[in-house]
């Protein structure tokens, strides 16, 4: 079992199956139904099999290579709603959410890891789905652990916590041990983005790295519905006032020599950040290309797995599955 290898569903930008790319798999097939999604993966990574098609709708049988597979991937859709939305959306999440488990029946991969919000683990929101996996997955032979991380304790400079579900075959599971955090002191957002804010010469770069000390709150993508290029609800964007940033809409660049940082005269005076630096945010690499218009494009990053935590996971599961 040198090479490992891997189906994703709704890979979105990438960063789950970056992440596992890291940590020694190979994928068999990636899937999403987004255009701009699927142009950001095949962009990257020309020679990946991407499938552009509704997980609902996808036969496995068709795509003959995606069985015998040592892992399942899903990073589902993460979207923060109103209380109206929650109530239209709710049946949909559940249902992508037991079509993953209903694929790792119809594919038998060795492993499954499923990644979306924090309560998933625990919430009494996600009890029946809970209880639905642990008898699908019994029946089928695998053990499991949900648990959550948070992305700030694996280098990302942002308090991103993630709910997760990892299923192993039995025969493979005891060796199995969630991922320990690979940092000790978390990354600021400005020790992260610093040398961006540099680049254009803006004068005031370092003055405003030196007091954005924390990690940045969690970036929220929104749905197609609603949601535009905005850094998330009010109480994030209070949040972001307190790191100099004017979190009501992204930059279409990074600030030049004119640009005069002014806590003091409110949002107007305040920093705003590109696309690309909140790419930087959720853990891509500089060379990571995010395709689509600005608001496609921060969708998706918004949704994605941060890859550092897509390659500890992988690594803990590639070590139960070679042990």
Not at 231 to 256: C, F, Q, T
Request: with cysteine.
């Amino acid at each position: 079992m040198s090479g490992l290898t891997f189906v994703d569903v709704c890979s979105g930008a990438g960063g789950l199956a970056l992440g596992l790319e890291r940590a020694g798999f190979e994928p068999r097939l990636l899937l999403d139904e987004d255009d701009d999604a699927c142009l950001t993966l095949r962009t990257n990574r020309p020679q990946w099999n991407v499938l552009q098609a509704d997980l609902m709708d996808f036969d496995p049988s068709e795509h003959p290579h995606s069985y015998d597979v040592d892992l399942l991937s899903a990073g589902l859709p993460r979207v923060k709603s109103n209380a109206t939305a929650v109530r239209s959306e709710s049946g949909n999440e559940e249902r992508l959410l037991k079509a993953a488990v209903y694929l790792a029946h119809a594919i038998g991969p060795r492993a499954l890891l499923v990644e979306n919000v924090p309560t998933l683990a625990h919430s009494d929101k996600f009890r029946d789905f809970r209880e639905f996996a642990r008898a699908e997955l019994d029946h089928l032979g695998y053990q499991f652990s949900w648990f959550v991380l948070n992305a700030a304790d694996f280098g990302v400079p942002q308090d991103r916590q993630q709910g997760l579900l990892v299923a192993i075959k039995k025969r493979w599971f005891p060796a199995f041990h969630p991922p320990v955090p690979t940092v000790t002191d978390h990354v600021s957002v400005g020790e992260a983005l610093e040398s961006s804010m540099r680049s254009r010469g803006w004068k005031d770069a370092e003055r405003w790295a030196a007091q954005a000390t924390t990690v940045a709150p969690t970036l929220v993508g929104g749905s197609k519905n609603r949601g535009g290029a905005d850094l998330g609800p009010a109480g994030s964007k209070r949040k972001w006032e307190k790191l100099g940033v004017n979190a009501h809409s992204l930059g279409d660049e990074i600030p030049g020599p004119d640009f005069v940082w002014a806590p003091d005269l409110g949002r107007e005076g305040l920093v705003r950040l590109t696309v690309d630096q909140t790419a930087m945010l959720q853990g891509f690499p500089p060379d990571w290309e995010i395709t689509g218009r600005k608001t496609a494009r921060y969708r998706q990053i918004g949704h994605a797995s941060p890859p550092p935590v897509g390659e500890a996971l992988g690594r803990a599961i590639a070590e139960a599955l070679r042990s």
